[in-house]
């Protein structure tokens, strides 16, 4: 009898069954047949392809069947009134990957039972889920010879506390893992609110209202601004993201997340809660950090998500608009302008106007005295504006103010041997250099002039008229570069 259930044991056989969802597919292998008391191995396979998110596998076991935790590939696992569940806040990337759990009964079992279950997963906003067909099992009662030979029987009723115990643990322990960044990149949230801890559901007669108003202030950075969005809500709970589209050229930083888990990438500043905040009234906020980008107006769009009854909706957060200016021109501007305005020497006591009319005289002195320059043919002197361009060009920029300087001024005060094209813009004079038809090519030669000239930055044109860099990159259809 023995020998037949040993030989029986090791010829097992494993139910596989797959079902397909477009490019998602779900199996399962679990053993067709085992003894009571035995521990065997189930494994749940998904085949996935430009799915990420939130996702779940879930299955019911039957009464007396207990689960343990083997390989959860990053999900966070949890076995609670006869349901194993396997929650992900980002599923891996992997297009392959499978989990697995130990399953064991208590040693009274015996019968023909099944295992069904299913994965749910978001795509495009919305919850679909995979149905996993019943696999079969059967249990059989352990030969009590062969019993009190080789086991020692252990008190059900302290295997199965021992093992929920070593469950909990194990969930705790998953729940007090903080979350990755890249994780939360592809979190889609959109789906019911459920950790191992905590089982979150809308009531049905209770509907969520939010309210959201977004502020931009200026930072004594020139080049950064804080931004806070305050948040008004009432029945608010469960999963809840917060998504700021944010104006290329810019870099956002987290200030404040509210306990949430804050991302940037691809322009968009996201910030993910598992659990919204509680309060009525909450703000978060972030740093707005300027990198290379024109003197312009500004816009920043959002959107809070949120369940509703399981359902995802979204607060549309009503755009807002900033000025940014690129202060660049003006410590140029300080060098150039160096002889003193009419009102200066008006004002100036009569010491400070002899001092001023000496600086005065000496630079019109050195301006004069530029023979031997313009004799170098190596030098070029500044021209005016050329004909307008046609199409998209990028210049370099390597001065501005609202006087005109010496043909040589770049060349003796920067040793700049290129060509230097003046401009009227906007009550400047505006000195520049170079002309190309891609930006990759401007910011190249951008960064050979900074050797020179280290506030030099590309302007763009079209048809001759002075657009953003910005503007030119979507005309043009070219890409930034940093």
Known sequence: MIKYLILFIHLIGFSFYQLIFGDVSVSQNVPSSFKAGEEVVVEVV??????????????????????????????????????????????????????????????????????????????????????????????????????????????????????ISEVVEESNAELNKEPVEKVVDEVVTEDVAETAAIEETVAENNSVEINCFRNIDKDDNNNTYNVTVKISQSKLEGFAKIVETIPAGFTAEVIDSKGGVFSFKNNEAKILWMAAPSEKEFDISYKLIAEDVLSNEYTINGSFSYLDKDVTQKYIINSTDFSFTKLVEEPIADVIEENPTAKALEESAEVKEESQLVEQVEEVTNVKETPKVEENPTVNKITSTPNPETGVSYKIQVGAGHQKVSSNYFANKFSLTDKVATESHQGWIKYLVGSYTDYKSARDKRNLVRSNVKTAFVTAYNQGTRITVQEALMISNQKWYK
């Open 46 to 163: 998904i085949k996935k392809e430009g799915v990420g998110g939130f996702a779940k596998v879930q299955q019911t076991l039957p009464e007396g069947f207990i689960a343990e935790i083997i390989e959860a590939k990053g999900a966070t696992f949890s076995f609670k009134d006869n349901i194993v569940k396997f929650i992900w806040m980002a599923l891996p990337s992997e297009n392959e990957f499978k989990v697995s759990y130990k399953l064991k009964t208590i040693e009274s079992i015996e019968g023909d039972f099944s295992i069904a279950g299913k994965f749910s997963f978001i795509d495009e906003n919305e919850r679909k889920n995979i149905e996993i067909p019943s696999s079969s099992i059967t249990i059989s009662k352990v030969d009590l010879v062969a019993e009190e030979k080789n086991v020692e029987e252990e008190p059900i009723a302290e295997v199965i506390e021992e093992t």
